[in-house]
């Protein structure tokens, strides 16, 4: 009988990846290197999620449920296929559910303290990134009210002392001290704040200022605040929705800074659970379960209104069953339902009455802050191209959401009724389908996390090998940094990944990219020829340094893009291909860094030390 599972495995699609992290359960496309000449023979993959990223998780209890389904050890019924209804999907998953039941841990002192003693080791090792993720996890742990809790904060604080991060740590010591931290050691608690303030009277701040703004710097959309004026929604043969620039942009631009609607965050004690905001870690636990942290009260309530009350006491058993960032799909959905007053009844009758409806966000006025019709505009949106080869992934995935959450008592409160239920189980299917496509996401590569998100108006933005602007996703907001000349009419296109100039031979994906660079039948190419004196004496010219890497880095990328904005028209040269990349890679540096100073100057004011 093994040698029998063995061939069957062997022959089912997740095969490579279940034992092994080189996973392929469709045809991939490798990246082939562009000619540098005129001729055309480059073919790039297209897809929003590198298969490294979107399948980099998969749960224990899921590999073994997609083992039984095709080997129906014990006579489980017929195979099921990527053509069986969902239905027998989920009949299968609940004939099965004792294959991916698994505890959850609750919180526990013992716990917390044996954790709380790692977090110490890594500390005393200098290990200040993992000693602060140890002590998040001790945090969790922690039971509320305790003094656990109060000791886990005043360990993290230590670790922010030794770190120069003086405005976290006097945030800690305040967590310390509201939550129960013993008597005993307050002296030690009360000699490190008195010397973190001391030095920030010194005015030893890593920074609270941002020296370059990172926020959008053209008009605004009257409606949507966080995109440019003179940009809209434009449909385009082979690649379905898109954005359209109505006017013209220049580089240097930064057109587009949306905080996503929803994000689903790979790390449970690195990022807010909300916002996806990082704060160096200094984060608050949920009380109620140990699977989710926030940066604020604020963001820990909301997000417990709008997702975490059907996830809080269920995060191990949706651990077991993770496939991917198809978690976003259940979030999305109560998400929806949230917004829908949780009459998953009114949910119901508008998701099957509206199939015709808007799929354009530009028609919402975002200013209202109307959760309802943003949530219906994304819900409208189509599919185009379906992922058959991930059909039989995506069903299963969704059955195996729906059992877990049925059994949590609140939505088996507000699901009640046989339609209602086989209405939940396939909207999460018709979510995964489509999130698949629309997430975008962001690799963190200092704590091997991926944050996905989803959101009405960058999930527009298709790719291209020769993109205009700058796509970034840093701790939960995306910005689009024009990176050449946008004209009137252009569509604005960013790289998922590869580049004319960076093919990424190693990238793979499920779809065939059909950009300009990679469209046979296109006029585009490289040219070859040697640029004007003019423009080689501009490049020559040489940036004088003042000692500072944020404004010497800002100066070199003013440089670059006055050089492109006069240039422009001679693009692609090949001559151009280096410093595009220089500029991508000095974007990407100034966001991280305005990211990290945004980030502690919102700590700072939460005490008092800035306005």
Not at 184 to 207: H, I, N, V, W
Request: net charge neutral; hydrophobic share 35%.
């Amino acid at each position: 009988k093994w040698v029998k599972i063995q061939n069957l495995w062997k022959n089912s699609l997740l095969c490579t990846f279940l034992f092994s992290t080189n996973f392929a359960p469709f045809p991939l496309r490798s990246c082939r290197h562009p000619s540098r000449v005129k001729k055309k023979s480059a073919i790039f993959p297209l897809f929003r999620l590198q298969t490294t990223n979107m399948f980099s998780i998969v749960g224990e209890g899921f590999k073994t449920l997609f083992l039984q389904m095709h080997c129906q050890i014990g006579g489980g019924g017929p195979r099921l296929g990527p053509n069986s209804d969902v239905i027998a999907y989920r009949d299968f998953v609940l004939q099965n559910q004792a294959l991916i039941d698994v505890p959850e841990k609750g919180k526990c002192n013992r716990w917390a303290s044996e954790l709380r003693q790692d977090g110490n080791r890594l500390f005393l090792s200098r290990k200040f990134d993992d000693a602060l993720a140890k002590f998040n996890e001790s945090i969790c742990a922690a039971e509320t009210g305790t003094e656990h809790l109060g000791m886990g904060f005043a360990n993290r604080s230590a670790v922010y002392y030794e770190m120069d991060e003086h405005e976290y740590c006097l945030a800690n010591i305040e967590l310390a001290k509201r939550n129960h931290y013993p008597e005993k050691f307050a002296p030690k608690l009360e000699a490190r704040e008195f010397t973190c303030r001391a030095m920030l009277d010194d005015g030893q701040s890593k920074g609270t200022t941002l020296n370059n703004s990172i926020g959008l710097n053209v008009s605004p959309n009257p409606k949507i605040p966080f995109i440019a004026d003179g940009i809209a929604m434009k449909r385009y043969p082979g690649f379905g929705r898109g954005l359209v620039a109505e006017k013209d942009f220049q580089p240097g631009n930064i057109i587009l800074e949306e905080s996503p609607m929803l994000k689903l965050v790979g790390s449970r004690f690195n990022y807010c659970n909300n916002c996806a905001g990082s704060f160096q870690g200094s984060l608050i636990p949920c009380p109620g379960c140990t699977s989710a942290m926030y940066c604020s009260e604020e963001c820990l309530e909301k997000d417990y209104r709008f997702w975490h009350r059907f996830e809080c006491g269920l995060a191990d058993k949706l651990q077991n069953v993770m496939f991917g960032t198809m978690a976003m799909a259940p979030k999305r959905f109560f998400f929806g339902l949230t917004a829908f007053r949780d009459d998953i009844q009114e949910m119901m009758t508008y998701c099957e009455e509206s199939t015709d409806s808007n799929d354009d966000p530009f028609v919402v006025d975002h200013t209202k802050q109307d959760l309802l019709e943003q949530f219906k505009v994304l819900h409208q949106t189509k599919l185009n191209p379906s992922m058959p080869e991930l059909e039989s992934v995506m069903r299963l995935s969704a059955a195996t959401f729906y059992a877990i959450f049925m059994k949590h008592p609140l939505v088996e409160q507000l699901v009640t009724t046989d339609s209602q239920k086989d209405f939940m189980l396939r909207c999460i299917l018709d979510y995964i389908r489509k999130d698949t496509a629309l997430s975008l996401d962001s690799n963190e590569v200092a704590t091997c996390t991926t944050i996905s998100t989803l959101s009405t108006i960058s999930s527009l933005v298709n790719h291209s090998c020769d993109p205009n602007i700058i796509m970034h996703i840093r701790y939960g907001r995306i910005r689009f940094w024009v990176l050449r000349p946008i004209r009137k009419g252009d569509q604005i296109v960013a790289s998922y990944g590869p580049t004319w100039w960076d093919p990424q031979p190693s990238y793979k994906s499920i779809f065939k990219c059909s950009c300009p660079v990679c469209d046979e039948s296109s006029n585009w190419s490289i040219h070859e020829e040697t640029l004007p004196a003019e423009a080689q004496e501009h490049l020559g010219v040489k940036i004088v340094g003042v000692n500072n890497p944020d404004i010497d880095q800002t100066n070199v990328l003013k440089h670059l893009h006055h050089f492109f904005t006069r240039y422009g028209h001679l693009h692609p040269n090949a001559s151009f291909g280096p410093k595009l990349d220089v500029c991508k890679f000095l974007i990407i540096g100034l966001i991280h860094r305005g990211s990290f100073t945004l980030e502690r100057a919102k700590v700072a004011a939460a005490q008092g030390l800035i306005n």
